[in-house]
């Protein structure tokens, strides 16, 4: 099943990683010419084969997150376990593992062990806090890197509590910047002919995401609160409700965007004063702008409102549920949605990979598979096992 093209062809991947943030910077990896091998354990399987939406007992969320992986399930608690992983990852290029720090110590498979089996190995370490510091032990979630790196405490109303996402937001995050990682370390290994390690938290990506409010406070002191849809950097800048009961969003980040919104909404005198000439000046009257612009919004359906934003060269855009994603003109005419065959369902909409390239395009091969579908073609292609010995070891539950 690997593919012949991508400017990932011919890189060999082992995700040896739960969840969502390992498993997506693999997925990532995979779409582009990687050719994965989903590592997992013979009778629990990665979490993520029971995450989210289910249809007709299979999880859909999986047939996306594990697309363009063979899967191979062993339990790497056992010694010969470890050891079969410690064989693959001799022929690899790239391994991800999300453990708690020690966990693959434990296993014999440190780091050095590894590199001495193979030393352009990139070893790439996701969890919750680092392989170091006081928090390294610590059991790492998204809810807990959404929580302590700023964005709950900045995420809600004014006076309401802080807010989490509904989605795995720092997971999400942390897996793009580790097949951003992967790659620079890939690169690298093309001048020094050497792998490494790679220490990645789930916090430290979206920290970076919320912004320089560390830099602030320890600049000024000021610590920066909720404001809801609001923005301290600019006005009109929030989310107003249709006439026909729909949802739009507004941005004016721009000081020209800002004037033709008040310009189409009948009021061009807001233009002259003087607080108009700055996004954080225009946000000290956000009460006023969000009732001009809200209730002209509010006159109109969605339809009328988007057209008549589109015709004067202003930022707006409609929120979206799924149904809106799924039906909408720009995302299908651009394959940002694509349908994938599936054994299991038949055809399913899933995102397509995650940006274009002119010359070694990514594609989505084929999508998640069953747990330890490809565990004797890849241990007798790979590691020349018989099939004596895979059945033995299918007997002691080291594989399935």
Not at 48 to 71: C, Y
Not at 93 to 115: A, M
Not at 281 to 309: C, K, M, N, P, Y
Request: aromatic share 6%; net charge negative.
């Amino acid at each position: 099943m690997p593919t012949a093209h991508g400017p990932l062809s011919g890189t060999k991947v082992l995700d040896v990683s739960t969840i969502l943030a390992g498993p997506l910077a693999c997925q990532i990896l995979g779409d582009f010419g990687a050719d994965v091998i989903k590592v997992e354990h013979p009778s629990i399987g990665d979490s993520m084969r029971g995450h989210g939406p289910v249809k007709d007992g299979t999880a859909l969320w999986w047939k996306e997150i594990s697309r363009n992986k063979r899967t191979v399930a062993i339990d790497l608690s056992r010694r010969e376990g470890a050891e079969l992983l410690l064989r693959l990852a001799a022929d690899a290029d790239v391994l991800v593992e999300n453990f708690r720090p020690g966990t693959f110590e434990r296993w014999g498979l440190t780091p050095e062990r590894l590199h001495e089996a193979n030393p352009g190995l990139v070893l790439a370490r996701v969890t919750g806090f680092g392989q170091t510091g006081p928090y390294a032990d610590r059991a790492g979630f998204g809810t807990l890197a959404e929580a302590m790196s700023g964005f709950a405490h900045l995420t809600g109303s004014p006076d309401g509590p802080p807010t989490l996402p509904a989605f795995g937001l720092a997971d999400s995050i942390c897996g793009i910047a580790a097949s951003a990682a992967i790659a620079m370390a890939l690169f690298e290994r093309t001048r020094s002919g050497q792998g490494q390690v790679i220490d990645l938290s789930l916090l430290e990506p979206l920290m970076t995401a919320v912004g320089p409010g560390p830099m602030a406070y320890q600049q000024t002191g000021v610590i920066e609160q909720r404001h809801g849809n609001r923005s301290t950097n600019n006005s009109p800048r929030n989310t107003y409700k249709t006439s026909d009961g729909h949802w739009v969003a507004v941005s004016t980040s721009a000081q020209r965007i800002a004037e033709r919104v008040v310009t189409m909404v009948g009021r061009p005198d807001l233009i002259d004063r003087p607080w108009f000439a700055s996004g954080r000046t225009r946000a000290q009257h956000a009460d006023l702008l969000d009732q001009v612009v809200g209730s002209w919004i509010a006159a109109r359906t969605r339809a009328e409102v988007v057209d008549a934003f589109t015709a004067a060269g202003a930022a707006v855009a409609p929120i979206y549920s799924a149904k809106d994603i799924v039906e909408d003109k720009h995302i299908r005419a651009t394959d940002m949605l694509i349908e994938v065959d599936d054994d299991d369902l038949g055809p399913i909409a899933m995102h397509n990979v995650l940006w274009r390239m002119s010359r070694t395009p990514g594609s989505i091969r084929f999508s998640g598979r069953e747990l330890g579908a490809d565990t004797d073609d890849i241990l007798r292609a790979k590691l020349g096992l018989s099939a004596e010995t895979l059945t033995e070891l299918r007997k002691s539950d080291v594989i399935a």
